[in-house]
């Protein structure tokens, strides 16, 4: 530090905030290896027939909405040509995803963590607060520091749509293709208007939660990846200096 009329200033001590608590952090990291696996092998699943339809039915002579190239080996769960295995991965990793979505909510609700820290408040959506959240991300700067352990908007705005939306969409259309879960809950199917549907809803629901990690990632990166992974394994945050 500088010194001013010949008093040496001491260093300012390393300000530390409390990001995340300890389920949330458990269900993060959980949901890491859970959203990879179930991708990999999701595509697996995919290559079996690359093609999407909408309604109830769909096949080779089928008009499709969507056909793709098979995906490469390096991006599916396993990297070589197996139904049977990609389908044992996706339906375990599905209970984890499920069931560990269901305890994050409870016990968010329990802890007020939803009410505390991911309710998006009126004053937040109003255009000038957009816009300087907007300003400030383009300028690299990702809190408040006046309260730097909250969300900004665009963060609460992403979490509430993969935890209220995206997940549970892709739970539900995930049910929808079992056909034993067709067999004891028939309305599944009607809920997305066709098992070809579903099918659809799925990959696009999967698609949106990729781009989602994609970017996630990437402001990881912009954020200083050492003091956001930190944060992230013992829930301690360092404030960036000014």
Same mark, same amino acid.
Do not use: C
């Given at each position: 530090?500088?010194?001013?009329?010949?008093?040496?200033?001491?260093?300012?001590?390393?300000?530390?905030?409390?990001?995340?608590?300890?389920?949330?952090?458990?269900?993060?990291?959980?949901?890491?290896?859970?959203?990879?696996?179930?991708?990999?092998?999701?595509?697996?699943?995919?290559?079996?027939?690359?093609?999407?339809?909408?309604?109830?039915?769909?096949?080779?002579?089928?008009?499709?909405?969507?056909?793709?190239?098979?995906?490469?080996?390096?991006?599916?769960?396993?990297?070589?040509?197996?139904?049977?295995?990609?389908?044992?991965?996706?339906?375990?990793?599905?209970?984890?995803?499920?069931?560990?979505?269901?305890?994050?909510?409870?016990?968010?609700?329990?802890?007020?963590?939803?009410?505390?820290?991911?309710?998006?408040?009126?004053?937040?959506?109003?255009?000038?607060?957009?816009?300087?959240?907007?300003?400030?991300?383009?300028?690299?700067?990702?809190?408040?520091?006046?309260?730097?352990?909250?969300?900004?908007?665009?963060?609460?705005?992403?979490?509430?749509?993969?935890? /209220?939306?995206? %997940?549970? $969409?892709? =739970? *539900?259309? &995930?049910?929808?293709?079992?056909?034993?879960?067709?067999?004891?809950?028939? +309305?599944?199917?009607?809920?997305?208007?066709?098992?070809?549907?579903?099918?659809?809803?799925?990959?696009?629901?999967?698609?949106?939660?990729?781009?989602?990690? /994609?970017?996630? %990632?990437? $402001?990881? =990166? *912009?954020? &200083?990846?050492?003091?956001?992974?930190?944060?992230?394994?013992?829930?301690? +945050?360092?404030?960036?200096?000014?």
């Amino acid at each position: 530090m500088a010194s001013r009329g010949g008093v040496s200033d001491t260093a300012a001590p390393v300000r530390e905030v409390v990001r995340h608590r300890l389920f949330t952090r458990i269900w993060h990291w959980i949901n890491a290896v859970t959203v990879i696996i179930m991708i990999g092998s999701g595509l697996m699943i995919f290559n079996a027939h690359p093609r999407l339809y909408w309604g109830h039915y769909g096949a080779n002579f089928d008009a499709a909405w969507l056909s793709l190239p098979r995906f490469p080996g390096w991006l599916t769960i396993p990297s070589q040509y197996s139904l049977a295995i990609a389908r044992h991965w996706h339906l375990f990793f599905a209970l984890v995803l499920a069931f560990g979505l269901l305890a994050y909510m409870i016990v968010s609700l329990i802890n007020r963590h939803f009410q505390r820290d991911l309710r998006i408040r009126p004053e937040e959506l109003k255009p000038g607060h957009l816009r300087d959240d907007l300003k400030a991300h383009w300028n690299l700067r990702f809190h408040d520091p006046e309260n730097p352990a909250a969300y900004n908007i665009f963060q609460k705005a992403s979490y509430a749509g993969v935890i /209220v939306i995206l %997940l549970p $969409l892709l =739970i *539900l259309s &995930g049910l929808a293709l079992s056909p034993g879960m067709d067999a004891a809950w028939p +309305w599944l199917i009607d809920i997305f208007g066709g098992r070809q549907s579903a099918r659809s809803v799925h990959f696009i629901a999967m698609g949106a939660v990729s781009l989602f990690v /994609v970017v996630h %990632l990437t $402001l990881v =990166i *912009l954020a &200083g990846p050492v003091n956001e992974i930190r944060s992230m394994v013992t829930g301690k +945050w360092k404030v960036p200096e000014e």
